[in-house]
T-cell receptor, first 114, second 109 residues
Framework: DSGVTQTPKHLITATGQRVTLRCSPR?????VYWYQQSLDQGLQFLIQ???????AKGNILERFSAQQFPDLHSELNLSSLELGDSALYFC?????????????FGPGTRLTVT | QQPVQSPQAVILREGEDAVINCSSS?????VHWYRQKHGEAPVFLMI?????EQKGHEKISASFNEKKQQSSLYLTASQLSYSGTYFCGTEVPGNQFYFGTGTSLTVIP
């Protein structure tokens, strides 16, 4: 158990809908990262927040957005969902503000878009 | 931009050694190694920084050739628990991070 929690574990929704994935980092960690893992594209970095501020942005679609709240939990919002958005979404956290330092991953949210 | 790993897959007997390579087309600030077992989240193994600093698990070793933009992960005296998919992650200029193509490692008795 990494100490990072993600909810929900599974999510099934229809095309065109909007969903919110939630992540709570390990106690003491200030950085949160979001990743998407799919069979065709592998593990892709989406975005990083450090202490409430966006720190780095990867291959995140405009339909996706994220934020980190004062209590350091983070949410990833996915809108206008398409079939191709079906994937495993991981959140990770790290203690420091250095970009991409050692990261501890949560168990993931499996999103299925039908 | 996605680093390429080799080999794609490897099967070992317990006690054998393996090397997994990661090659990037971009200059690297750091290289990370993670292991992911089927149905689970990636687990941090090691980070190698420009300048030679390393941090990771005791039984794992790795190298980082900054000039060649390559890293190698060395697994010695493999155990059944080493089975999984190994990913390198590369931090490149512009605050970007890319995971590699993955190497499937299977250790058999």
């Amino acid at each position: 158990d990494s100490g990072v929690t993600q909810t929900p574990k599974h999510l099934i929704t229809a095309t065109g809908q909007r969903v919110t994935l939630r992540c709570s980092p390990r106690s003491g960690d200030l950085s949160v990262y979001w990743y998407q893992q799919s069979l065709d594209q592998g593990l892709q970095f989406l975005i990083q927040y450090y202490n409430g501020e966006e720190r780095a942005k990867g291959n995140i679609l405009e339909r996706f957005s994220a934020q980190q709240f004062p209590d350091l939990h983070s949410e990833l919002n996915l809108s206008s969902l398409e079939l191709g958005d079906s994937a495993l979404y991981f959140c990770a956290s790290s203690v420091g503000g250095q970009t991409f330092y050692e990261q501890y991953f949560g168990p993931g949210t499996r999103l299925t878009v039908t | 931009q996605q680093p390429v790993q080799s080999p794609q897959a490897v099967i070992l007997r317990e006690g054998e050694d393996a090397v997994i390579n990661c090659s990037s087309s971009k200059a690297l600030y750091s290289v990370h190694w993670y292991r992911q077992k089927h149905g689970e989240a990636p687990v941090f193994l090691m980070i190698l920084l420009k300048g030679g600093e390393q941090k990771g698990h005791e039984k794992i070793s790795a190298s980082f050739n900054e000039k060649k933009q390559q890293s190698s992960l060395y697994l010695t005296a493999s155990q059944l628990s080493y089975s999984g998919t190994y990913f390198c992650g590369t931090e490149v200029p512009g605050n970007q991070f890319y995971f590699g193509t993955g190497t499937s490692l299977t250790v058999i008795p």
